[in-house]
């Protein structure tokens, strides 16, 4: 099965605690997105990387970091700078390559609580 | 100008009924605006996109039109069915600069039976 796959499915996390949320695809694909969804706000772009060992801020940087080693994983790391994490995070990934806008496939989303 | 304002927030429509969502931008150089669908707890899926280059674009009960000078283009679901009942995005980007998506805020859709 080709697709994205994102672990867990629910995360609960004490406030001050870093929390890392996994992203994987098997579709070859070269970029690879993070998005954070909130009631009424949208999907907001956290980070995204078109090739690995490259990646770029979005609009809601702060509070995050990501890493891309391998070209199928996409890890993104809420630290306890952000103040406020709790929500639903959504991972997304496109053929990319740099030359044009693909479509985006998204994986299920890991709903993050911070107790 | 990087901001893509979608109307309304909710809407409610009748079995059988017309849902109408519309969206607009203020970057010109935005080219490329598909529309994203997502029920609730999952990830959105690709409803239907559009390039500039045409002005309307129908895949079976689901049709974008597109308005260049006004800067708007807006998603017509025919034939609402209550399994069309999800929350659904616009989104743009500039197609050729690789650039990540811009979305909207949403609308959610309840179609009743």
């Known amino acids: 099965d080709g697709g994205i796959t994102q672990s867990p499915k629910y995360l609960f996390r004490k406030e001050g605690q870093n929390v890392t949320l996994s992203c994987e695809q098997n579709?070859?694909?070269?970029?690879m997105y993070w998005y954070r969804q909130d009631p009424g706000q949208g999907l907001r772009l956290i980070y995204y990387?078109?090739?690995?060992?490259?990646?770029q801020k979005g609009d809601i940087a702060e509070g995050y970091s990501v890493s891309r080693e391998k070209k199928e994983s996409f890890p993104l790391t809420v630290t306890s700078a952000q103040k406020n994490p709790t929500a639903f995070y959504l991972c997304?990934?496109?053929?990319?390559?740099?030359?044009?806008?693909?479509?985006?496939?998204f994986g299920p989303g890991t709903r993050l609580t911070v107790l | 100008q990087q901001q893509v304002k979608q109307s309304p927030q909710s809407l409610i429509v009748q079995k059988g009924g017309i849902s109408i969502i519309n969206c607009a931008y203020e970057?010109?150089?935005?080219?490329?605006f598909p529309w994203y669908q997502q029920f609730p707890g999952k990830g959105p899926a690709l409803l239907i996109a559009?390039?500039?280059?045409?002005s309307e674009k129908k895949e079976g009960r689901f049709t974008i039109s597109f308005n260049k000078s006004a800067k708007q283009f807006s998603l017509h679901i025919m034939d609402s069915q209550p399994g069309d009942s999800a929350t659904y995005f616009c989104?743009?980007?500039?197609?050729?600069?690789?650039?990540?998506?811009?979305f909207g805020k949403g609308t959610t859709l309840s179609v009743s039976s």
């Open positions: 997304a990934s496109s053929i990319g390559g740099g030359l044009r806008t693909d479509t985006q496939y």
């Open positions: 579709l070859n694909h070269d970029a």
């Open positions: 990387s078109q090739i690995v060992n490259d990646f």
């Open positions: 970057n010109t150089a935005f080219d490329y």
């Open positions: 559009i390039r500039p280059d045409v």
């Open positions: 989104a743009a980007s500039v197609y050729q600069a690789g650039t990540a998506l811009i």
